[in-house]
């Protein structure tokens, strides 16, 4: 089992800047490709952006390139989210995901689940 809990959500205005974190335990954290994902009411899970066991390989949702960088450090069993340019429809409830065998796209690409943090862009 792994154990990903999430941290730094908030409100921010436009333009403002936030980090997710996300602090994982239980098994060996640099097994893992991590991904964050979002969700808003009624909607599905919406990937955002993803990061290989090593660091070296990322993916990114098209709406997020060039404003948000995930990044690892798994020293730490860290796994972060920087988000600049923040849009209102950046809106969302954040996750943490992780998984074995690929940095995929998709929500059943991924094993285990933090519990979300909320981010709100106000206008």
């Known amino acids: 089992q792994v154990q990903l809990v999430e941290s730094g959500g908030g409100l921010v205005q436009a333009g403002g800047s936030l980090r997710l974190s996300c602090l994982a335990s239980?098994?060996?954290?640099?097994?893992?490709?991590m991904a964050w994902f979002r969700q808003v009411p009624g909607k599905e899970r919406e990937f955002v952006a993803a990061i290989s066991w090593s660091g070296i390989n990322t993916r990114y949702a098209d709406s997020v390139k060039e404003r948000f960088t995930i990044s690892r450090d798994n020293a730490k069993n860290t796994v972060y989210l920087q988000m600049d340019s923040l849009k209102p429809e950046d809106t969302a409830v954040y996750f943490c995901a992780a998984a074995r065998l690929r940095i995929g796209v998709f929500s059943s690409d991924y094993n285990y689940w933090g519990q979300g943090t909320q981010v709100t862009v106000s206008s």
């Open positions: 239980g098994r060996t954290f640099s097994n893992y490709h």
